[in-house]
């Protein structure tokens, strides 16, 4: 590994193939390493010799591909013989190829792909479109998503469906029959085949497919993961029409879910030919092709695949996936067992992730907005990367998510670049300009330009004073920042960025992540390593000595992987365990002969098995390897305490796939030999270092506190045993390792490991900072308080145990200050933002001095801050002292709480108490002691002394999602406590007032800058609900930047149910303003100081205590948005409505036995508003108040007795305009059984309105066919609220409103 070794490939194993090569092909650069046996010295026994080449990943002027271009220059090294360019590469002397590349990943990110035909069920057109119909940011009205990958679709006019539904309560053979058009799907399922297609038909589509010009197609169709035989007859008459790639979701991925299926089929379809391509015109360049090479490509699952099995799908984390590889083997050790991060800073990212002694795969990911079901290494990646831009936005200092690329780079390149996180190190000392490649400037042979960093610096820092200045003149005296301050306040709020998703690995996932070390890889992750790891109370980092080519030596140690999968939909019992088994026992054979026809032995495969379970009625499900004492279930029940905090003892289990990864290794690596390596080395500290051979220099750097003499050291020649102390830069040929303050740093033979001393822990406030504003601190504290919030909601998810908290996500988590004003809010629903803080504040009135330690109170009434009743909200006072220092809360949608109907979202509730149970303020748990006897009596007894009412009819898991929102709380306050612990309670309290501050300035600048848009400062807009009912509003602003909100004008009190309380109101306008910001913003409190909100008493928006509420929070919270962002001319009108469907079977008597209903609820998506600022509103999207995601389909089918035939988009309802609006859907869904069905909707009478000449969106319709024996079917509207009893063979077709259009 020294830069000095020169020594060649044996002679006599010249021509022997014995050059073993990795390549990584990244984006900007391609990182090369060879191996190859060379005569051992006495100081490098080992007799192998490593090489390292790093190369531009494009440079057509020197070479046309970077790999093989690598690849030539590490065998002339080996041979000492030159390799001409243009001439073929001679093989004789490699021995292997391994290759990880970014080729698919540029492909699908840049959209450059192989132009493709999807091929799908009939009504299925848009299925990719459409998606899960949630949108990727709430805050973004534009709603910006990356386009489909296919460019032509053909509908099959095919069908199959399920015997039988998951959901029925009678213990009947429900999924078996005589019928002879019903076969077994391989998963054991029953299908029932509704239509065969019409094949000569299929034919005449394809070839017109083919005759475009497309050669490459993907097939999904539904259900095809069980049942494939129409799949595969299509795949076979492409072939036979000359399509050169054809991709059958069945065999690429046999697992229930057609969305993510169909995406996946799609990326393989677009990106595969392209890679072959590639690997084609790759091995052209050697004299023999790959001839007697092996040559193995990395895939995302960190298995490496023969080149002629690689595809483009499992192609996407090929390079991360290397380096996740290189870690685990360097760094973990089977004995010490003590888990690692992954740390894998790079240019424009930085990759984190996690190993515990065992790859963690996840099998469905998003990349570029394409649902990948394949499995992957879990890899988290956030924009902060050192070429991450730095801005001051808003008060606050910000890194990323914007890249300055490789060109024109970062400002001191040369290319008249940004300011970015590498001009911070430079400036600070930390990166050294006399050690960095002069590679710069029109010559390529200049080095960095300090220069320009420091002057972007100087220009930033003076706006940042002069505007902190102006902000913060009344509250207090503003200190001028120096430029090394505000630098080194970037990388803090940079590191703070990197941490977040290292929290969400580990401690989402049940580890501590103070009990792991940082395995710290990537050019740029040793500036960084030290402070991230204090930050995250991690002790120990290890840097490798290749770490800026860790991906490409982690190729060299990775195994060879063939993975078989097959669907089950089992339920785990004594009875199916057997067959279960011998079914897995059968894919691990398969996998096997897989290596074996590769060359393998068996002494060199290893099979891991696994089965895929999940709790019945979860979507949740966990991928359970086969445990060597006890059954799976006792393993997934121990997997799934430790990651969601409990197990459901009296709920079946069911199994969902088999799989069966089968490993092949080369040549065997002892894992964590560093371990043993410093166990018996004889170490001894540098405490001259300007004496050691590796002494370059003593330089000055800046920390915090100022400037430090730091010694820079070569890592090349520093020994095994050499101890450095910190502040030191240990460089290497392509990274700088910085070793901070307070830290050691341990060389090895293979690695830097440094260690953190007892001095920065954070075990006592460690931070000595002034309450006064800082723009450091307060971006800094700004992400703690989110993060905060975050983790509260990863609690709630992982503990609760319904699909609307648990999947769909229908919960929000925040903090308060002791005043109970917001200070950070992490929202997955919008109509929780703005609305949580009046209950808080209604409590604190409510309870006043009799607030105890331990106390936990439950709220939900609309007159207490709530919206609707199932929406329930836990809050949690904070002590010190024995007074209240700040509180936390919780608020979830709950399945059902009782009232007239299942779900409680009755469409004809005239009164309140007809939705289910209600509560101005109760103690949950009372100094620590849970109620339950007083929760029983509010959610069974309360709602059943109603006429026509009953108590919760899900009473077990309301509880248990309670419980779990008590338990987020108790996460959120122990994160507080923390946090005052490291900054002093005065300090942390100061800053959430601040923080306040800054997004009140942030909202004036908004509303000052409308102002002078519209100079008498007066907006007015209105709207109307479909019963006629007004929403008036009028908008005064002031030259200071305030406004009043006036709804004066709007209707009264209405007797229905679509009655909205001012708590959702207040989150209309919380929701729109931040919107319109435009950029990151603080979401708290502020965000309505300067807002003044006047609703007229016993208006439908602030009703009376009993007034029905339940489609306010859900559709009248979507015409406030229309009005307000129309009122502001931004915006037209979106679907205004979340059509809100909800159907289900009640509990029923038969053969002498009561079986428990069922029901189920979704909201279905509509067509968004186009706007001034973006070209057209998108098509079939969830708008404004809710995100919620929309069940799969299959699991659709599965779960219940329906049909869903059609889901698509209804062309031509977007309004026409400059900018059209976005087209509504359609979903037409067929009843197999007899159920009551209701319907809660709006815009069904007035379209929702076009702006500035922009045309209007078409009206939604709610229809049902009822279809009857002997006669034609009946079609009837049924308005936009209604429930009907439907009969088998009845349909319900929603057809959603469309968006207004923009302009004329």
Known sequence: METTDNRLLLEECGGKHRVRISVDRGGTFTDCVGIFPVEPTAKDPSGERVVVVKLLSEDPTHYSDAPREGIRRILEIA???????????????IESIRMGTTVAT?????????????????????????????????????????????????????????????????PAAQNQSDETNVVVGRSGEHVRILKTPEWATVRKQLQQVFDTGIRSVAVCLMHAYTFTAHEEEIGRIASEIGFTHVTLSSHLSPRIKIVPRAHSATADAYLTPGIRRYVDGFASGFDAGFGDIRIDFMQSDGGLAPVEHFSGLRAILSGPAAGVVGYAVTSYSESEKISLVGFDMGGTSTDVSRFGGEFEHVFETTTAGVTIQAPQLDINTVAAGGGSRLFFRNGLMVVGPESAGAFPGPACYRNGGPLCITDANLLLGRLRIEHFPHIFGPSEDQPLDMNATRALFEQLVADINAEMRARHTAESAYQNKAVEEIALGFLQVANETMCRPIRTLTEARGHNVQNHSLACFGGAGGQHACAVAANL??????????????????LGLSEVVHEEQSPAAAIWSNEAQQPLLARLEKLSRVGCRKLISQGFLDSQIRVQRFLNMRYDGTDTSIMVPEATIGDYQLRFESMHQREFGFVLRNRRIIVDDLRARVTGTLSKVKSGQVYDELKSLQCRELCEPNTHPAFVDTVSVYFQGGYRPTAVLKLGLLNPGDVVRGPAIVLDCNSTVLVEPNWVATVTSTQLVLDNTPVTTLDVSTHHISTEIDPIHLSVLANRFMSIAEQMGRTLEKTSVSTNIKERLDFSCALFDQHGNLVANAPHIPVHLGSMSHAVKFQLDRFSEDLQEGDVILVNHPQAGGTHLPDITIISPVFHDSRIIFFVASRGHHADIGGISPGSMPPNSRELFQEGASSMGMKIVNRGEFQEEAVRHMLLEEPAQYPECSGTRNYRDVLSDLKAQIAANHRGIALLSQLCAEYGLEVVQEYMAHIQHTAEAAVRLLLKETRVKHPTGQLSGHDFMDDGSKISLHVDISEDGSALFDFTGTSPEIYGNTNAPPSVTHSAIIYCLRCMVQSDLPLNQGCLAPVRVVIPENSFLSPSSTAAVVGGNVLTSQRLCDVILATFGVAAASQGCMNNLTFGIPAIEEGGMRYEGWGYYETIAGGHGAGRDWQKGQDGVHTNMTNTKITDPEILERRYPVILHRFMLREGSGGTGMHPGGNGCIRDIEFLEAMSVSLLTERRVFQPPGLDGGGNGACGLNLWERHFEHKDKQVLNLGGKNSVFVQPGDHIVIMTPGGGGYGK
């Not at 109370?537 to 982690?554: P, T, W």
């Open 79 to 93: 041979t000492g013989r030159p390799h001409p360019r243009d001439a073929l590469l001679a093989t004789e002397n």
């Open 106 to 170: 540029n492909a699908l990110l840049e959209r450059k792909g192989e132009p493709c035909a999807l091929v799908v069920t009939l009504g299925f057109r848009d299925l990719l479109k459409i998606g899960n119909q949630a949108r990727p940011k709430i805050f973004d009205l534009s709603i910006s998503k990356p386009d489909v990958l296919y460019q032509h679709v053909v509908q099959i006019d095919e069908r199959v469906t399920l015997v039988g539904y998951a959901m029925d309560p009678r």
């Open 537 to 554: 109370g991690i002790r120990r980092v290890f840097v490798h000595r290749l770490a800026s080519v860790l991906s490409a030596y982690g």
